[in-house]
């Protein structure tokens, strides 16, 4: 029976405090759908999408037509949501103009629910605050607060 109760609170107290991290999107374009990407899986076509756990290596955009699946052709915006176990390996995004990728509409990102007020908006070709090439690393935002959540907007 104590084991038992045990249990139960052991179960309590870790989903208490399980990871989870929500993608939020607004489209203010008037046309296209936003697209949440990891890997092969489409996790949003435009929702707000929930993360139970590290949300690793995701991509999105604004699907305007011409994207390619991975987004090639359009403003990319990647990320990674992890609450951080040591100093430096939280979450971290960025946007992506590298080839194959190239702008199509106005992007930006801010994370909330932690670290609000950090994120980047890229509102032409020629933006300061995205990727043109690999070493262009000075563009990432990092946030290392647990649970954090990130709104993503396309044309501000």
Known sequence: ???????????????????????TFTNNCGSGTP??????????????????????????????????????????????????TTPGSGSSTDISLIPPHSFSVSSGFGYFSGCDGAGADCTSADCTTAFHQSTDTQVQVACQADNVNLAITFCD
């Open 35 to 84: 697209m949440l990407i990891q890997g092969p899986n489409v996790l949003s076509t435009g929702g707000t999408y929930v993360s139970n756990g590290p949300l690793i290596s995701a991509i999105a955009y604004l699907q305007t037509g011409p994207c390619g699946f991975n987004g090639e052709g359009c403003t990319l915006i990647e990320t990674t949501l992890v609450n951080p």
């Open 1 to 23: 029976m104590f084991s038992l109760l045990l249990s139960t609170v052991l179960l309590a107290v870790i989903g208490a405090h399980a990871e989870t991290h929500e993608v």
